[in-house]
């Protein structure tokens, strides 16, 4: 498949450049069932809601048979009003839920030697390669994979095979690679490429998916006031579509600060982030920018649980944000099989710590903030805090107070990757 690149634009690609766009990728193809797998409700600043429905206007008008099943991993379905606002007019039944623990078939596996070698030592396990069964459709005459290319705590770069054998794989999987994430060093790895857990995934598609059609359509975005602005568009079936995605998401989605953050406060939407499964990335996305002793607030009015099901909602109240050292003692106790059982939860207990270099507190509405101090976080008032910590009034970056605090401001952490200069 030809590679397809739109330069920069800081104004962002129109709706009309993107189609014509999508357009060209479809070029000699005689479709008949189509199957695309976009990013969920957590990625709406992905515009992978736009090129979904574009796709599935421009291939239903041809005749061709469009099913959708988005990427949940382990979040939960979508749901209606979610499509409709990120999605637009699609017909709700043509959404097909992925079930990541039932859904799926084994295809192989990725060998237990290779996974020492690119861990160095740190992890020794095989990891299984499952992936929900439609993608072994044969009646699918291609399978495209939208998303967006931008910073990620457990791959170093988020999307391409990530979507596919995390967004709609196994538990093996996710678990594990969550796991080699975390052992590895996250700090070790957001927004890089040639990761320990990319590779793992790459070694996935190369032996088991290499005959299937599949198209990846990657974007780099940025969003400033919440409007979406698509500075590139990648496509293609190979892992060059991934390179050259990365090399613009580097640059438009990492912040370099001069110095370390002493005060950093994160916003959190209360349409995109319910629980502190997703909230979290608050934490991941400005870790390597916060001062050893600083302080990280989140603004989070939406959160009402910490886990996206009640099982990993069940992990994270039992054993806490409470560091690497704490959770793998945990993991290792005979106890605790229900930890061992769900890696990719053990694996968010160490990603949402700051292992006691920086204090994180949560200022909520629909939480006690006893919960929340239960789980190893601080805790206030979300509408106590907003007296003094606007987001309506904050700029994004730095702001200095009425009584001279300066503060970090950061309206929506997924969209980027903040570091100190000093130390990168």
């Known amino acids: 498949m030809e590679l397809f690149k739109y330069a920069q634009s800081e104004q962002g690609l129109s709706h009309e450049e993107i189609r014509e766009e999508l357009l060209k990728s479809l070029e000699g193809r005689e479709l008949h069932h189509v199957l695309i797998i976009p990013p969920d409700f957590t990625r709406f600043h992905s515009n992978a809601g736009f090129i979904t429905n574009a796709y599935y206007h421009i291939l239903t008008e041809r005749g061709v048979e469009v099913d959708i099943m988005p990427a949940l991993g382990t979040h939960v379905p979508v749901t209606e009003e979610e499509a409709t606002l990120m999605f637009g007019d ?64 457990v791959i170093g770069m988020a999307n391409h095979s990530k979507n596919l054998f995390v967004g709609v794989g196994g538990s093996d999987m996710i678990n594990k690679s969550h796991m080699v994430g975390a052992v590895y060093g996250m700090e070790r790895m957001m927004g890089k490429d040639h990761t320990p857990v990319r590779k ?49 998401a580097q640059e438009k989605n990492i912040d370099f ?37 600083g302080e990280l607030l989140v603004l989070a009015p939406g959160i009402e649980r910490f886990g996206e099901d009640m099982t990993v909602d069940a992990l994270i109240r039992k054993y806490g944000y409470r560091g690497m050292k704490n959770t793998m003692e945990q993991f290792a106790k005979a106890e605790n099989q229900d930890l061992r059982d769900n890696m990719g939860a053990a694996a968010h207990l160490i990603h949402g710590s700051s292992d006691d270099r920086f204090h994180i507190t949560y200022a909520v509405k629909n939480i006690t903030k006893e919960e929340v101090e239960s789980v190893g976080f601080g805790a206030a008032d979300y509408d106590e805090m907003v007296k003094r910590y606007d987001p309506e009034k904050l700029q994004y970056g730095y702001n200095t107070l009425p009584d001279g605090e300066e503060i970090y401001f950061i309206p929506n952490p997924a969209l980027g990757l903040w570091i100190n200069r000093e130390k990168f």
């Open 257 to 293: 600060v001069d110095t370390g953050i002493k005060k950093c406060v994160v916003y959190l939407d209360p349409s995109e982030f319910k629980s502190t499964w997703l909230g979290n990335k608050s934490v991941y996305r400005t870790r390597m920018a916060i001062a050893d002793g």
């Open 200 to 248: 793992i995934l790459d070694y996935a598609l190369a032996h088991y998916l290499n005959e299937r059609p599949i198209l990846f359509v990657l974007t780099v975005c940025t969003a400033p006031g919440g409007v979406i602005h698509q500075h590139g568009l990648f496509i293609g079936d190979t892992r060059l579509v991934l390179e050259k995605a990365i090399e613009l």
């Open 90 to 153: 699609i017909p709700f039944e043509k959404f097909i839920p992925h079930n990541w623990r039932t859904d799926v078939v084994r295809l192989g596996e990725v060998p237990a030697s290779y996974l020492e070698e690119i861990t160095e030592g740190l992890w020794k396990d095989p990891v299984s390669v499952e992936i929900n069964r439609r993608i072994m459709d044969e009646k699918y005459d291609l399978i495209i994979s939208p998303g967006q290319v931008v910073p990620h705590e």
